[in-house]
């Protein structure tokens, strides 16, 4: 069965956390919108009578069945395909962590567009200016921080979040840093420092050779000012020295 | 077994949507800080030795389990009790639909806190103003046009969102029209006459015998100043005749 994939055609967004752990469990899949345009995303998201709609984008069509919320596709994949540990335990665990990663990227936006999606980055500048600095200051830190010492728990040098297994997780956080390197290179790079174990992970991620196949072909859509991570050179402001670290 | 909450002991929060599950089910429960205090979440939040450790609260134990994040936890106690119907594709329709509502739940937040979590409210008064009449315009109608859309499908009019049998996110989309209701009365009002399938939804939540002994308890905290849903008379913009409804 071929699955399809209605995202955004022209970004990486949210789709491309469904899109890597696709490719990482090397399953057939159709990116509809670019192949047929987003005529097609924008017939999905008013078709009413589906039986479980969308509220937004990405959406997975798997059979019959329509699956929107990343987290939630993430989560039904890693139930068919080997994208987690296989214990309900480190399912759990595993969700936590995503769920996690999604409230980041939910950040990660709003420190362009901290006043509404609807508006131009230009009609929001100031206050993306001052959101992007408390961002860089205290969440990035913190997020990252968190995800550090998950890491620092694992003994075994090759470890990934939730252990010895790749899970959908570690993609995701692969992306997140892919991310930031893009958006913010200067105060991602002042972060990072303090966090060399996601810096292995996310070269580890890069190395598995589904992904590495993926990122070097077409289908991988290049960061652009279009999409979640986006850089402006004004909100790449320099970390604070008083910056609290977990 | 008795679960143990770790949340906030002033405010309803996040943790609501889990105490309102755990109400609903009858599941006995400690809400630890509003017996311990404080200093309780803080020792869970600094222990790095656990095996799942919360980057944030809520965050539910359930004998040696810690489960966080708000979805995460109501669909683990939907697999112990009776919080969705019990098919995989409705678990997976009721998961998707409690994401949405977590995505609501962060831009009702970023209403009265769009700049940072970190600094008061007056301090980010002018953006606040900004979003929320972005929200009351824009946002609050998708989202709300969104569920009531979801309600019509049904054509019985004791449906719930997933079908015949009440969920986790039916008590989920109870409080944030409770909520909103506090915190907009006036732009809610507006939004929610086009509603009525969600009035009625919310009604029907309230007179669960469950739901309704909770709420006349002194478990359920009363909104305030401190939660997700706050009431600033400024913030309660008057709706845009021109507002989109989807």
């Not at 990663?101 to 993306?128: F, R």
């Not at 408390?134 to 968190?146: A, E, N, S, V």
């Not at 998950?150 to 470890?159: N, S």
Request: net charge positive; with cysteine; aromatic share 10%.
């Amino acid at each position: 069965m071929k699955y399809q994939l209605f995202y955004w055609p022209s970004i990486q967004g949210r789709g491309e956390f469904v899109r890597l752990a696709l490719e990482y469990c090397g399953a057939a899949y159709d990116d509809v919108a670019r192949r047929e345009g987003e005529a097609a995303l924008e017939n999905l998201l008013a078709r009413r009578t589906l039986a479980t709609p969308p509220f937004a984008l990405p959406c997975l069509k798997a059979g019959r069945l329509f699956i929107a919320q990343t987290a939630n596709i993430l989560q039904f994949l890693s139930m068919r395909h080997t994208l987690c540990a296989n214990s309900t335990v480190k399912r759990i665990w595993t969700h936590q962590l995503q769920l996690t990663i999604a409230d980041l990227v939910v950040e990660i936006h709003d420190t362009h567009h901290p006043i509404a999606s609807g508006l131009y980055y230009e009609q929001q500048k100031a206050a993306a200016k001052r959101r992007s600095a408390d961002f860089i200051k205290h969440r990035m830190p913190k997020f990252l921080g968190y995800f550090e010492q998950i890491l620092a728990r694992e003994t075994a040098r090759d470890a990934w979040l939730t252990g010895k297994q790749v899970s959908y997780a570690d993609l995701s956080l692969f992306q997140i840093i892919d991310g930031l390197r893009y958006a913010l290179p200067k105060a991602s790079a002042r972060t990072l420092k303090k966090c060399p174990r996601i810096q292995a992970l996310h070269q580890r991620v890069m190395d598995l050779p589904q992904i590495r196949a993926y990122l070097g072909s077409k289908r991988r859509i290049a960061f652009n000012q279009d999409g979640i991570f986006r850089h402006y050179a004004e909100l790449d402001h320099s970390p604070s020295k008083t910056g609290r670290w977990p």
